[in-house]
């Protein structure tokens, strides 16, 4: 491979708070590399690359200042999109473009940062290349806060959401337990066919408060009547109880309790809508005491303000291992961090084939759940808790954290 040449940057699929700590990575490492003479960030994704709608992130170097608060900054720095590239190399117009795009900027590296969708946009490029015999380096930067993504212990930006959803749960315990009276509060995390991130609101469990006191999650079918019976013999005891429960739930007969439609989006995925809603009318009409739901929604993966320490440096180490595998001349593969230790924490960084990772959902172990369905076990809590370790320096201005200006993102007037 002639690996002198041009690098171009992507971000892909949904924010996290540490997905700009990926790119940070990513960049830190091309930099220090005499073969990259310009770094491109493509605008929007794959399809900002097809538009050639590139930002000069060459700028940035030897900026360490920019770079740190490029680490600490949420949501993507470059923008995203969700657009899946065919499965018909031979006749699509896609490959065709990207490829040209490449040829004419001179483009020796492109890394995808993104989840399970972005990864099969990495592995269809990887192949691409291939077929055509295409001189070019193409890896996969882990993220989602799905955790969702196969051969990797732990995705970047899970944790962030972890100590996001966990210290949430605490503060609206707090607040529940004001009042001398029966309540239910169910609170509906993200997450369609995988619980990881409602089974880290276990995380805010302590001495004093067992909320939440049931957990539900999309591996183990849901049954509305256990449900009641569940809350019941909760209320015989106390007076409060605070559900976390998954979006993506199901019933017995594999159907999403809150799917009001078949509508799905381009990559096939059931378009969900109302879980908490549906089971706060569900415990009002069935036990009629005091009931309300809350729903987490996009603020599971944009608080940047409390994001994890650890995910924030695993993130940016993600990114410098990805660029570092690029420049070493592999391709086709994704940076992946393998746990060696829960205590003390410890893990090693590589990578993974792409095509054993596109495509595949990692969902939580089944012995990890407990026998009735309705909460997790300790095995799941100790693989839980090192993620949310350490909180991230933060420099405030006028009294909110400062982050890299989006400006080449905001609508033109």
């Known amino acids: 491979m002639n690996n002198i040449g041009n690098c171009v940057i992507a971000q892909s699929g949904g924010p996290t708070s540490v997905i700009n700590s990926s790119l940070a990575g990513v960049m830190s490492k091309v930099f220090e590399s005499d ?11 794959i399809q900002g690359l097809m538009k050639e709608n590139f930002l000069d992130l060459t700028k940035f170097k030897g900026d360490e200042q920019a770079i740190k608060t ?3 900054s949420p949501a993507m720095y470059l923008g995203s999109c969700r657009y899946k590239l065919p499965s018909d190399y031979e006749n699509s117009e896609d490959f065709k473009t990207i490829f040209e795009i490449f040829k004419k900027y001179d483009i020796k590296y492109f890394f995808y940062i993104g989840g399970n969708d972005s990864m099969d946009t990495v592995a269809k490029l990887s192949i691409y290349a291939e077929k055509i015999g295409f001189d070019i380096a193409i890896m996969g930067v882990p993220k989602t806060i799905d955790n969702d993504l196969a051969c990797i212990d732990h995705t970047p ?24 009276m029966k309540t239910v509060l169910i609170v509906e995390i993200m997450g369609r066919n995988a619980g990881w991130l409602t089974a880290s609101s276990v995380l805010a469990r302590n001495e004093y408060s067992k909320a939440p006191h049931l957990i ?18 909760l209320l015989s005891k106390q007076q409060h109880v605070i559900v976390a429960v998954s979006e993506g739930i199901k ?15 381009q990559f096939g995925h059931v378009m969900l809508n109302g879980t908490g809603k549906y089971l706060e009318q569900l415990v009002s009409n069935k036990i009629g005491c005091k009931v309300r739901s809350i729903e987490l929604n996009v603020l ?25 595998a690029a420049l070493n001349g592999k391709t086709g593969e994704m940076a992946i961090v393998t746990r060696t230790s829960n205590s003390p924490y410890t893990v090693n960084y590589s990578t993974a084939s792409i095509h054993d990772i596109a495509n595949v959902e990692k969902t939580i172990p089944d012995n990890w759940i407990n026998e009735a369905g309705n909460d997790v076990t300790e095995e799941l809590v100790d693989y839980l808790r090192p993620l949310i370790e350490g909180e991230a ?8 954290p400062t982050y890299l200006p989006v400006t080449h993102l905001v609508p033109k007037k």
């Open 35 to 45: 073969n990259i003479k310009t770094v491109y960030g493509a605008i929007n994704g």
């Open 70 to 72: 490029l680490k600490l």
């Open 157 to 180: 930006g899970f944790g962030s959401a972890a100590k996001f959803i966990a210290t949430s749960m605490l503060e609206v315990a707090h607040d529940t337990y004001i009042y001398d």
């Open 216 to 233: 539900y999650l999309p591996e183990r079918a849901f049954n509305e009547d256990k449900f009641i019976d569940d809350i019941n013999a």
């Open 251 to 265: 019933n017995e007969a594999g159907q999403y309790i809150s799917a009001k439609s078949e509508q799905v989006d």
């Open 300 to 324: 599971q993966r944009s608080a940047g303000h409390i994001a994890s320490l650890t995910d924030s440096n695993e993130a940016y180490e993600l990114g410098r291992q990805a660029a570092n």
């Open 393 to 400: 320096n933060h420099t405030f201005t006028n009294g909110l």
